[in-house]
Every structure is written in structure tokens, then in C-alpha cells.
């Protein structure tokens, strides 16, 4: 990789679903990811990330999902068991502090934060698509929760749409480390141009 694969005037870093109920001590689905967190140093990453791409010139673009509210699934035909799940625990309940961006990564002047996503695309139903174009992004780097769901949707929708796809291994996590060996060594390479660690990405950039 060389610094011109990551021009800033053509990157964009997707950081997806920075909220404290994943990311924060104390968050409804921090204790099932903090195994996988702690194990990769993913905050710590996350933070070197974010501050290398801004002090890059890269922008940012925060990937959020859905603010829970409790009747949100009541009149629909086709709810996954994961959507059901969420509902019921009120995952990102609107106007909680879990749905509270993580004190460390809340967007800042210049950065984009996109519509909420229902699922797990972030490209799905949000204006995700139409920022990127509008901001002359070909190429976008994925950060964030959870690697396989939210960030292997995006990531993969994201190549379908055309875009150069990086996936940075260590700055996402999962429930289990087999989900998160599936979506980096199994699953990523059927979508992603570059699977990098942080260390290899900071180099680059």
C-alpha cells in the first residue's frame, strides 16, 4: 500500500455505530463485545485511527444505526430474531446515554454523520451512497461494530456499489471470536480489497 491508495480529496473513513451501548463500560451489548475488544485493543485503535485519518485530511463519516423506540417492529411483517432482540432489550433506546455516541468518537466539525440504517446495511435506506458521491469518495475505510453484521453489510454493499473497500481487522469486534475469525479470514475477502490491521493502515497513511 502506498499513500496515494488513501488521497484524502477520494477516502472517506466509515465508522460505524460509535455508540456507548457497544463501545462503553456499562453499554446493554458492551459485556458480549468486550471480550473481542479488550483481546484486540480496539478502542485504543479506534482512537489512533480516527486521529491519523483526521490529521490526514480524510473524512469522516459516522454510520449510525437506528435509534430504538418501543413500538418500532409492532406492525411489521418481516422483523428478523435479530431486530426482535434489539427491540425487546432496546438497544440504542432514543434518548439514552447507550445511545449516546462513545465520549472518544462523537462526530466533530467536517465530519458526516448519515441517516440511521434499520438493519445492518449502512448503505440501505440512508443517504450513505449520495454523501460519499457528493464528497468525491472512492475509496472508504471501515471501522467500527459489529464485523459481522453492521460492518460486513456496509463493507460489502460498498464494493457492489463500486467503491475500494479497506476493513481494518483489529478496529471492529464481535459477540464471539468465531464470528469474528468468519467475518475477517472466510467472509471479507469475497468483498474487500484491503483487510488490513491498524498498524498497516497507520503506515499507509
Known amino acids: 500500500m502506498t499513500t496515494k491508495l488513501y488521497a484524502p480529496e477520494s477516502t472517506g473513513l466509515l465508522f460505524i455505530d460509535p455508540y456507548n451501548d457497544f ?36 473524512r469522516l ?37 447507550g445511545a449516546e455516541w462513545h465520549p472518544d468518537f462523537a462526530p466533530k466539525d467536517g465530519d458526516v454523520v448519515i441517516k440511521e440504517h434499520w438493519a445492518q446495511n449502512g448503505f440501505a435506506n440512508t443517504d450513505l451512497d449520495h454523501q460519499l458521491k457528493q464528497h468525491g469518495i472512492a475509496r472508504v475505510i471501515l471501522i467500527g461494530m459489529v464485523a459481522n453484521t453492521c460492518v460486513e453489510s456496509t463493507g460489502r454493499y460498498a464494493m457492489e456499489l463500486g467503491y475500494h473497500v479497506t476493513l481494518v481487522t483489529d478496529a471492529t469486534a464481535a459477540f464471539e471470536p468465531a464470528m469474528l475469525h468468519a467475518a475477517h479470514v472466510f467472509n471479507a475477502p469475497t468483498f474487500a480489497h484491503a483487510i488490513v490491521t491498524t498498524a498497516e493502515l497507520l503506515a499507509a497513511l
Do not use: C
Request: hydrophobic fraction near 40%; proline fraction near 7%.
Open 61 to 97: 463519516f459516522v454510520v449510525p444505526h437506528h435509534k430504538a423506540e418501543p413500538n418500532d417492529f409492532a406492525t411489521w411483517k418481516h422483523p428478523t430474531p435479530y431486530q426482535l432482540g434489539a427491540a425487546k432489550m432496546q438497544i440504542f433506546e432514543k434518548g439514552s446515554w
Open 23 to 58: 463501545l462503553s463500560e456499562g453499554g446493554k451489548l458492551f459485556p458480549r463485545l468486550k471480550g473481542t475488544i479488550e483481546a484486540n485493543n480496539v478502542l485504543d485503535h479506534l482512537r489512533r485511527i480516527v486521529a491519523a485519518a483526521r490529521g490526514a485530511g480524510i
